[in-house]
């Protein structure tokens, strides 16, 4: 008997637990309810537009989709054109794959002002997601930001505001981005962190990349890093040793000269974020000087400093966005489940499922035990129609349904020139697929 499975989100945990299913039950229907046009999740919507490497997985996503039993609904948003118990009924699983797409604020003042932003929003720009297409975050002249939060969105932030139209090349930055970055200017850009450089959670490849900027030195002052790890730290662990190799680029830092290079970008540590500062506009952020425990952790010393800015993205991590009759834990932004089952035939994964943390490959095994566990509980019950009853629906109410050989023509559009250039309207989306037809 074969198993239908609706997926939410065509993002990298949605496609994995599909591939875990499949493996074992090759004859599984698995449709995936995706809200774009367009496919892959933070895979086209969150790496930077300069690490086009990465992005090398969808080629191996296109060919998952282009198996037998797979669909792309696009274009579809579940909890506004369609239920999950709607999709409940009508599949023997449901799983949510939705991502985390909303900011984590930081609950101080000024936050609303013009000019501060979170890096959900600030990344979707820059990575042309149609949500964000009339954004326009960077203030004209703008020639310093700040970056809030230690982790490698906010090194990926950090180094498009710096980099030149030559170093993007190879990019499929947005045109209207690249034109307001070279608007701007930015010359000045901080990475402010609350804790010290041991417990910041960027990873070597990403944090040495900004040594080797072509217009930007990285600045950090050598007193702040430690000769040695503390005794916490376990190095004989992966991730004990990940931090002595991020100490030893920090140490490197420090040794770089200027050799020309006319931005900056500084590392500031021990620094907790107390209030935006401005009239309307943000004109600095004022921190408190933190210092750390035995345990690594940091308390505040009661010293308050401002630093200046005339752009803030505040890069602390995401929420997923709660879908209407399903369990959804506020404080920590997720859906309670144990192993991926949230109850019933409601599954959860990728960053709904653990919280917004871990790269592209973590998604593989984490999504592959959720597809064991959706295999060992859910039987395959003929009574549920799965993605013929839910086309009847969609077509009665008028949706404009998108499929992955209409994705397939916005990527023929997207690629035509040397570099990708992204389309950022959904109206534009579907004229090329109308086009193409
Ligand atoms: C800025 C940034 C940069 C990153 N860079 C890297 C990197 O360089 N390398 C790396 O390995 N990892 C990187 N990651 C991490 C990686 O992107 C994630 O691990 C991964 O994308 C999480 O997969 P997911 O399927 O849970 O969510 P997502 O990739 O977010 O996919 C969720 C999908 O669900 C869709 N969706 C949302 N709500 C609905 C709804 N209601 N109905 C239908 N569809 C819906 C979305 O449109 C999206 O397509 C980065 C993450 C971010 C935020």
């Known amino acids: 008997m074969t198993l239908k499975i609706a997926v939410i989100g065509a993002g990298p945990s949605g496609i994995y637990v599909a591939e875990g299913v499949k493996k074992k039950l090759p004859d599984t229907m698995v449709d995936f ?4 046009p367009t496919p892959f999740g933070l895979v086209r919507f969150g790496v930077a537009p300069d690490h086009q490497g990465t992005k090398k997985v969808i080629n191996q996503y296109e060919k998952f989709f282009d ?3 797979i669909r792309l609904l696009g274009n579809v948003e579940v ?8 999709l409940q009924e009508h599949y023997d699983a449901v799983v949510i794959a939705n991502g985390a797409r909303e900011d984590k604020k930081l609950g101080i003042p000024g936050e609303d002002l013009d000019g501060v932003y979170g890096s959900a929003a600030f990344v979707s720009w820059y990575n042309s997601h149609p949500d964000y297409k009339d954004l326009s975050p960077i203030p004209e002249h703008a020639k310093s930001a700040i970056v809030i939060g230690n982790g490698n969105v906010a090194i990926d932030v950090a180094r498009i505001l710096v980099k030149s139209a030559e170093e993007m090349a190879d990019s499929d930055l947005a045109d209207h981005t690249r034109i307001a970055i070279d608007n701007a200017s930015i010359s000045d850009v901080v990475i402010a962190g609350r804790r010290g450089p041991v417990e910041a959670s960027f990873t070597p490849p990403e944090l040495r990349e900004l040594g080797k900027l072509e217009h930007a030195l990285p600045v950090i002052e050598g007193a702040v890093i430690p000769d040695e790890l503390p005794s916490h730290i376990d190095t004989s662990q992966p991730a004990g040793r990940i931090k002595g190799k991020v100490l030893d680029i920090f140490r490197s830092f420090t040794e770089m000269k200027r ?4 931005k900056t970008i500084h590392l500031q540590f021990l620094a907790s974020p107390t209030a935006f500062l401005g ?5 600095a952020v004022q921190f408190e ?3 750390l425990n035995e345990d690594g952790k940091p308390t505040g010393t009661g010293e308050l400093f401002d630093i200046p800015a005339d752009l803030v993205v505040s890069a602390i991590g995401y929420y997923s966005q709660p879908l209407e009759g399903v369990p959804f834990d506020e404080q920590l932004g997720r859906y309670p489940n144990e192993e991926g089952l949230i109850k019933d035939n409601l599954y959860v994964v990728g960053w709904g499922k653990r ?3 871990g790269t592209i490959p973590t998604n593989r095994p984490c999504s592959f035990k959720t597809s064991q566990i959706i295999m060992d509980q859910v039987i395959a019950d003929p009574a549920k129609q799965g993605g013929a009853a839910i086309d009847k629906l969609l077509a009665d109410k008028g949706s404009k349904v998108t499929t992955f050989t209409d994705w397939k023509a916005i990527d023929a559009v997207e690629t035509k020139t040397e570099t990708r250039q992204k389309i ?14």
């Open 355 to 357: 919280g917004p943390s």
């Open 424 to 437: 950022a309207s959904v109206d534009e989306m579907l004229a090329a697929i109308e086009e193409a037809i």
């Open 279 to 283: 009239e309307g506009k943000v004109e």
């Open 289 to 291: 000087r933190m210092e």
């Open 259 to 262: 050799d020309g290079k006319d």
């Open 33 to 36: 309810i995706e809200r774009l």
């Open 79 to 86: 909890g506004k054109d369609i239920s999950v118990q709607v």
């Open 67 to 69: 198996q037998e039993g």
